[in-house]
C-alpha cells in the first residue's frame, strides 16, 4: 500500500471524447508525475507537476494536459481520445529530490 | 535519451528455485529502482538501489553505476513472486527532472 489514490479504476470512452483521471498524493509528497502503460510495454513518461506547474513533459503531445492542486492531487485530462490512447494510466508522487516515487494502482482506460 | 535494457524478458521457474534478473542502461543515472507489477498492474517498490547493494528477504539487488547495469536476485521463489518485473531510471544528465525511463521488464512465471 502506497498511499497513492487513483480513480476512477476502470474507465470506458468512444474517440473523440474527453477524459480526466485522477491522483491523491502520498501525504507529504508535492510532486506528481503521470505514466501511460500501453499492453506489454513498461510505463513511459507523461509529464511531471510540482508545486502546481508542469516542470517536465515526454514526448506526448498537447491533448494530454495536466494540473496539480494546492493540496498536491493532480488530474490527467485527454482531449480528443484516440483508439492509440488506451492504456493503463498511472501516477507516482515523490518528493521534489525525486528519489524514490510511489505508484499508484492505475487507471485503465478503454478507447473504443 | 537514455536507453534501459532487461533480460530475460521471460523466465519460468519452478517453485524453490532461484533467478537473476538484470538491467542495463546506456548512461549515469541518479536514480534506479526496481518494481513488481502484480496482475491488476499496482506497481510495488522493491528497492531504490542508484549504486550499492540492499537486501530485503529473499529479494536483494545490486547495482555497478560504473558498468551501468543492476541485478535483482530472487533465492527460493514462491508462486506469489509471478508478475512482471522492471527496472526503471533516471539519467543524471540533462534535465531529468523526475522522469524515470523503463525497461521493457522481465516476465516471471513460477509454477508450483
Known amino acids: 500500500e502506497t498511499g497513492v489514490t487513483q480513480s476512477p479504476t476502470h474507465l470506458i470512452k468512444t474517440r473523440g471524447q474527453q477524459v480526466t483521471l485522477r491522483c491523491s498524493s502520498q501525504s507529504g509528497h508535492n510532486t506528481v508525475s503521470w505514466y501511460q502503460q500501453a499492453l506489454g510495454q513498461g510505463p513511459q513518461f507523461i509529464f511531471q507537476?510540482?508545486?502546481?506547474?508542469?516542470?517536465g513533459r515526454g514526448n506526448f503531445p498537447p491533448r494530454f494536459s495536466g494540473l496539480q492542486f494546492p493540496n498536491y492531487s493532480s488530474e490527467l485530462n485527454v482531449n480528443a481520445l484516440e483508439l492509440d490512447d488506451s492504456a493503463l494510466y498511472l501516477c507516482a508522487s515523490s518528493f521534489p529530490t525525486g528519489d524514490t516515487q510511489y505508484f499508484g494502482p492505475g487507471t485503465r482506460l478503454t478507447v473504443l | 535519451g537514455i536507453q534501459v535494457e532487461q533480460s530475460p524478458p521471460d523466465l519460468i521457474l519452478q517453485e524453490g528455485a532461484n533467478s537473476t534478473l538484470r538491467c542495463n542502461f546506456s548512461?549515469?543515472?541518479?536514480?534506479l529502482q526496481w518494481f513488481h507489477q502484480n496482475p491488476w498492474g499496482q506497481l510495488i517498490n522493491l528497492f531504490y538501489i542508484p549504486s550499492g547493494t540492499k537486501q530485503n528477504g529473499r529479494l536483494s539487488a545490486t547495482t555497478v553505476a560504473t558498468e551501468r547495469y543492476s541485478l535483482l536476485y530472487i533465492s527460493s521463489s514462491q508462486t506469489t513472486d509471478s508478475g512482471v518485473y522492471f527496472c526503471?531510471?533516471?539519467?543524471?544528465?540533462?534535465?531529468?527532472?523526475?522522469?524515470?525511463?523503463f525497461g521493457q521488464g522481465t516476465i516471471l512465471t513460477v509454477h508450483p
Open positions: 507537476y510540482y508545486r502546481e506547474e508542469e516542470n
Open positions: 548512461d549515469s543515472v541518479n536514480n
Open positions: 526503471a531510471v533516471r539519467s543524471a544528465g540533462g534535465t531529468s527532472y523526475g522522469k524515470l525511463t
